[in-house]
């Protein structure tokens, strides 16, 4: 295991509750220098409500949220982030050159504004209007924003979002190009093979609790591993799968997906109960099915 | 920790500069709303002043002056009403506040650019009314009487600047500029902007002197020579609305901080 780095995000014990709703119970969570972390999470998890106290734009109920050591809002811990926030704006009658240039100067040391709007893709529209951008453009000119102040870390709230294919794998050449330069990078998405591409650790988090923070790796190994899917000649009856021991399962018509750990006993029991199987597959689980059953409910017994 | 002193931050003075810089850039490219806000009192002066020219009042001064000097005082603070009460109101509903919040530009600095644009533009728009009331009106005073009366208006528009950000707060994009209208245009006509006081219903008369128009107006008056208050009962009223209003929009600004930052 590599020596740990410097902390520069930490949540201890944070709360946060709007009105009767608490959004988080009680988060604990370092991120080190270096770190490329992922939030993940069904809406409503609480992942912006997790940027958004490590931005200090909202305040922890109770516990603490520090930023390099130091309170989330210091202009200090301040200068050293990029961000990128979903429904968030810019001033429409500036171009992208100016918006990107104005913004430097928030920054100690910032890049060239060249740099930061070729790493984002928008040379060609440089001197546009930022009313005039389309919603993958506009996104992208929030990631030439978020890079602009040469930040140590970045924040990035579903960074991917209203971004087409190929702005989204340019975003993500220019993702991996930062982290490898030992930039730290925390951010949520919906898109999980963007989690498991990115980054080295997923913390998941529903209704407000980590439940999982692993390696894309070991969060694999920790939920059911392998999916089994067949078909049967006939529809099948409720009662001819009841009581298996798998963790999800999926029928549509005679086609049968169940994800499982222990795939030869899940088989086993099949053929003891007769169920005629064909056109059998098992398969490693992908991340995303990893994560559905995280966050779902436990089937019923 | 040694680390966290070194930690660098960006120079306060370029930050406010550059932010000046690209909120007059941002008024420049709208002229529908910048145009509208220069033409409009030259518009009324030609109106209602430039018929009256060469009347002389009672007490010696040119009822030109004291037109010219009541649309200056409209100029202003209409500027500062509807640029903050729109513009707060805007930028809120495009969410820009949000991510401003979460970079390292202190909210200080992104409000006092605001105001010194909004400054700037009302100097502009009272140079230009002077010019015209001077070179179309033919009206005739000391420079520094123009310059004492631009100096005052802009000093003393602090009321019109926190009730612009009060209505931007509280209302969205599409209700500002109603809102704005409604309580702005009302208080400019019942303190005699548009028509002297003694022209007005007598319960207007009657209201008139509690207004900040009214005695905002009085400094710009007074510059030109017509006096019907001392000086310093003009700034008392003044500061006492400045207050006022600048508590309104703290309050409303909380208010809006409490729901979308707290």
Excluded at chain 1, 18 to 38: C, F, P, Q, S
Excluded at chain 2, 106 to 116: C, D, M
Excluded at chain 2, 193 to 214: C, E, G, K, M, S
Aim: hydrophobic residues 50%; aromatic residues 8%.
């Amino acid at each position: 295991m590599p020596p740990a780095t410097e902390p520069i995000v930490e949540f201890i014990g944070a709360r946060k509750r709007y009105g009767e709703t608490e959004a988080l119970k009680g988060i604990d969570l370092t991120v080190r220098a270096g770190e490329v972390l992922a939030l993940l999470g069904p809406n409503g998890a609480g992942k912006t409500t997790s940027i958004s106290l490590m931005l200090g734009l909202r305040r922890p109920t109770a516990g603490q949220v520090r930023l390099f050591g130091l309170a989330p809002t210091d202009r200090r811990a301040r200068s050293r982030c990029g961000v990128m926030l979903q429904e968030s704006g810019v001033a429409g009658t500036l171009t992208v050159r100016e918006t990107v240039d104005l913004f430097r100067t928030y920054y100690p040391a910032p890049l060239a504004a060249e740099r930061a709007i070729a790493m984002a893709g928008l040379e060609a529209v440089s001197e546009r209007r930022v009313a005039a951008l389309s919603g993958g453009q506009r996104q992208r000119l929030y990631f030439a924003l978020a890079v602009c102040g040469d930040p140590h870390v970045l924040f990035l709230d579903e960074p991917t979002v209203g971004m087409d294919v190929e702005s989204r794998r340019a975003f993500l050449q220019s993702m991996q190009v930062l982290a490898q330069a030992g930039k730290t990078i925390v951010f949520t998405t919906h898109y999980l093979p963007e989690a498991e591409e990115l980054a080295q650790r997923i913390v998941v988090i529903d209704r407000g609790l980590v439940i999982a923070d692993a390696t894309p790796q070991d969060l694999k190994a920790r939920v059911p591993a392998k999916r089994v899917t067949f078909s049967t000649p006939h529809p099948l009856p409720a009662a001819a799968l009841a009581g298996l021991a798998g963790a999800s399962m999926e029928v549509s018509d005679r086609r049968v997906r169940l994800l499982t750990n222990d795939p030869e006993s899940l088989l086993r029991e099949l053929f003891r109960r007769g169920v005629a199987i064909g056109d059998l597959e098992v398969v490693g689980a992908d991340l995303e099915e990893a994560f559905l059953t995280l966050t779902r409910p436990p089937a019923a017994p | 920790m040694m680390a966290r002193l070194e930690m660098p931050t960006a120079p306060l003075g370029r930050m406010l500069a550059e932010q000046i810089r690209s909120q007059v850039l941002i008024r420049w490219r709208i002229p529908a709303f910048s145009l509208t806000n220069l033409a409009l009192p030259i518009i009324f002066f030609t109106f209602f002043g430039l018929p009256l020219v060469n009347q002389t009042l009672p007490d010696g001064t040119n009822l030109g002056a004291v037109i010219l000097a009541s649309f200056a005082a409209y100029a202003v603070g209409s500027i500062m009403v509807f640029s903050f009460g729109i513009g707060v109101a805007t930028e809120r509903a495009m969410r820009v506040d949000v991510l401003i919040r979460a970079t390292p530009l202190p909210p200080g600095i992104y409000i006092l650019a605001k105001v010194v644009t909004a400054l700037l533009f009302a100097l502009v728009s009272l140079v230009i009314l002077i010019a015209y009331g001077i070179v179309v009106g033919g009206i005739r005073q000391d420079p520094s009487v123009w310059i004492s009366m631009i100096a005052r208006l802009l000093a003393g528009s602090l009321p019109f600047i926190g009730l612009g950000f009060a209505i931007g707060y509280l209302t969205g994009p599409n209700a500002a500029p109603a809102v704005a209208n409604l309580i702005y245009l009302p208080l400019a006509f019942a303190s005699g902007y548009f028509l002297p006081l003694n022209q007005l219903p007598a319960f207007i008369r009657r209201v008139a002197p509690y207004l900040p128009t009214y005695h905002y107006a009085q400094l710009a008056w007074s510059a030109v020579g017509r006096r019907s208050e001392p000086l310093l009962t003009s700034l008392l009223w003044v500061a006492g609305y400045s207050i006022l209003f600048l508590a309104i929009a703290v309050w409303a600004y909380q208010r809006d901080e409490t729901s979308k930052f707290v």
